[in-house]
Each structure stands twice: as structure tokens, then as C-alpha cells.
């Protein structure tokens, strides 16, 4: 417990203490949400009382591409383990209403007399090698992501906003053009002025090379400049 000495000390300005108001600021700006980085869609549709996955699950995005679930998820969530055993079972029963039989099943139909008139096998779409069955892929299956994604009135593309400004922007993207700065051009102009176009030389080059380049990064980087030609002036 401070004595009246220390309160007025730290009061005054002499002491090397943060202030009060220095630890008020300091408090609000841990307890402040990080800034959202992304697209104006995002930031504007973003729920700041709501965690990451709420928030992906609100704008029908996917929070992660790994179907293993790790912590726990509240009970309204549309990626919790009832809800997507839920959907999975309606998409479960809707096949069956089709008719369709399940793969590695099949379905045998019977007359009025219980005599077995046909078996619908389904359909084997799995490759095939000289081998056997093929590796399993890294990437998970269909199937698989059938299994652990939520209802698909979440994830509706075509009745999300969300969604369609995310697809238009991905379709207007361009890649950005990297120019090279006046130092690495002048440096680039100088190793091709003495060296020509011997880039294992310019590599070796310890006097101009000081940042000891590589063979592959001088080449990459001559090309951006716009190749020999362009340096040789």
C-alpha cells in the first residue's frame, strides 16, 4: 500500500511511473478489438460483439478449410457437431426419396411377391491404377467436406451480398506491378556493364555484390528491370 509520500510523487511528474490517465490508455488499448484488414465489405458487415467464427458464420463463409472442429461452439452455431449431423441427415434422407444408393451399396427391387427383379449398384467413380486404389489425397474428398459443412442456406451464394461483392472483387483483381527502385537499377546497370550478360560472374562479384545475390535472384531482378537490353543503356 502506497504512503502519501509515493501518491504525491507520482502526482507531481517526478516520478518514473506511468500516470494514471498513461494506464487508462494503455487498458483501452488492449481490451480494443484488433482492426479488421480486408475488403470495405467486410469491415462494414463486421460484428464487433461476435467472435471470428460467428462472424463467418453470419456472413456465410467458411472459417476454416479443416473439417477437425477444435474447441467448443455454441448451440445456435451452424458449425456445431448437431447442427451439421442435422444437415447431413436431411442431405441423407433427401438421397434416399431419389432412389440413388449410396456409394460401395445398392439396391435391390422386388415385385408384389417379394421376388428380387433388379439391383441398381452405384455407380464406381473411383480410379484406378496398375497398382491398386491411388494414394489418399492430401486435400479432403466431397464427401468429406459434405460431412463437416454447415447447412447449405449459410453458405447460399446466390442469395448472399456478402458473397457476390466477394466474387465481384475477386473478378476485377489485377496483379500489381512491381517496378525496380533507382538503386537497384543503378546497381543492376553497373554489374551489366562490366560483367555483359555473365550472371554466374555478376554472382560471384564480391565488390558489387555486396548482399551476396544469387544467380536466380539477379536474373529475376534483371528481368523486372526490363532485361539486358534495357540496363545496357
Not at 24 to 41: F, H, M, S, T, Y
Not at 43 to 60: F, H, I
Not at 152 to 169: C, R, T, Y
Not at 170 to 176: G, L, Y
Amino acid at each position: 500500500m502506497a504512503n502519501p509520500r509515493q501518491r504525491r510523487k507520482s502526482r507531481s511528474g517526478t516520478s518514473n511511473k506511468p500516470s494514471a490517465s498513461a494506464k487508462r490508455k494503455l487498458q483501452q488499448k488492449l481490451v480494443r478489438a484488433p482492426e479488421i484488414k480486408g475488403p470495405d465489405v467486410l469491415k462494414n458487415s463486421w460484428d464487433k460483439k461476435l467472435t471470428v467464427r460467428q462472424n463467418y458464420a453470419k456472413l456465410g463463409l467458411l472459417p476454416s478449410l479443416s473439417h477437425n472442429q477444435s474447441g467448443g461452439l455454441e448451440r445456435s452455431d451452424p458449425y456445431h457437431p448437431a447442427n451439421i449431423a442435422a444437415a447431413s441427415a436431411a442431405a441423407a434422407a433427401a438421397a434416399a426419396e431419389s432412389g440413388k444408393p449410396k456409394k460401395g451399396m445398392a439396391r435391390i427391387i422386388r415385385d408384389d411377391e417379394g421376388n428380387v427383379v433388379d439391383i441398381i449398384e452405384a455407380a464406381d467413380d473411383e480410379e484406378t491404377t496398375p497398382w491398386g486404389k491411388p494414394l489418399k489425397d492430401i486435400v479432403d474428398s466431397d464427401e468429406q467436406i459434405e460431412n463437416w459443412m454447415p447447412p447449405k442456406s449459410n453458405l447460399d451464394k446466390d442469395g448472399n451480398p456478402i458473397v457476390q461483392a466477394l466474387e465481384q472483387l475477386e473478378a476485377q483483381a489485377a496483379p500489381v506491378i512491381r517496378h525496380t527502385s533507382t538503386a537497384e537499377r543503378t546497381w543492376l546497370h553497373e554489374m551489366v556493364q562490366k560483367h555483359g550478360q555473365d550472371i554466374e560472374s555478376m554472382a560471384k562479384d564480391r565488390r558489387i555484390n555486396v548482399h551476396q545475390k544469387t544467380a536466380g535472384e539477379i536474373r529475376r531482378a534483371i528481368n523486372k528491370a526490363g532485361g539486358f537490353e534495357a540496363l545496357a543503356l
